[in-house]
């Protein structure tokens, strides 16, 4: 059993580094030995205090994970692993305003530059890579009619 002012401690230390969602402070506190009633005392202080902030660790990991070319979808899993709502996360990306279109684009360009798609195999391994990403049917669909008309320009 640890005592509640180490493991007060402890959580400023962590939390003084980087920002952590509710559900991944109470896994490190419980690692420590945390009791339920301790782990309630310690996270409650921590919003008191305003060291934990549930939607700033939000908008960081938006932030980051839009950065390295994820998606909705692939945030959305995150999400519920951190047992945060999707209605956060929507009233999140909708403060950022994030252009899903573009950052899936993005996400094809730094992955295959102007490689060209050799044939149909090619291009399904494309389309899946960006559907890992997170990114909808629509959005990939999106990518790969612009790139036909990067290729065939009218007019």
């Known amino acids: 059993m640890a005592e509640i002012a180490e493991l007060k401690k402890n ?3 962590w939390l003084s580094r980087r920002d952590y ?8 506190l419980r690692q420590k030995g945390a ?17 934990l902030d549930e939607s700033r660790f939000l908008t960081m990991l938006v ?6 070319g994820y998606g909705y979808n692939y945030l959305l899993q995150e999400c519920r692993a ?6 956060q996360l929507t009233q999140c990306i909708n403060t950022l305003a994030i252009d ?3 950052l899936a ?3 094809y360009q730094k992955k295959y530059a102007d490689s060209p798609i050799c044939d149909y195999k090619d291009k399904t391994k494309r389309m899946a890579f960006l559907q890992r990403r997170g990114f909808t049917g629509e959005q990939i669909k ?4 612009e790139l036909t008309n990067q290729l065939n320009p009218t007019g």
């Open 100 to 102: 899903w279109w573009a």
């Open 35 to 51: 009791l339920p009633e301790q782990l309630t005392e310690v996270i409650g202080w921590c919003k008191a205090q305003q060291y």
């Open 82 to 87: 951190q047992k945060i709502s999707a209605e």
């Open 21 to 28: 969602s509710e559900a991944q402070l109470s896994q490190k």
């Open 142 to 145: 999106a990518v790969f009619i």
């Open 63 to 68: 932030r980051n994970r839009a950065r390295q």
């Open 105 to 107: 684009m993005l996400a």
């Open 11 to 13: 959580a400023l230390n």
